[in-house]
């Protein structure tokens, strides 16, 4: 189901066929949240402290890699 990369505990996905605004999902033990890919602002949930930051520098090291895989599962609605 679209894993695209492991930090630690956290596993970051993008779905296929998910609604937009295109996003990726980033699911830990504890928290989870969705993140929208041109802003990176958390649209749902929550990652909290050092999950938050470990995420967030890995997408913005990683934003081409996101946007392909988005637009590799989510052709209707390609960035």
Not at 22 to 31: M, R, V
């Amino acid at each position: 189901m679209g894993k695209l990369h492991q930090i630690g505990n956290i596993i970051i996905r993008v779905y296929a066929n998910d609604h937009l605004p295109p996003h990726f999902h980033a699911i830990g033990p504890d928290d989870a949240a969705l993140i929208e890919i041109e802003t990176l602002a958390v649209l749902a949930g929550s990652l909290q402290g050092a999950a938050r930051r470990k995420v967030m520098a890995w997408a913005e090291a990683n934003i081409e890699a996101i946007r392909a895989e988005w637009n590799r599962t989510n052709p209707r609605f390609p960035l």
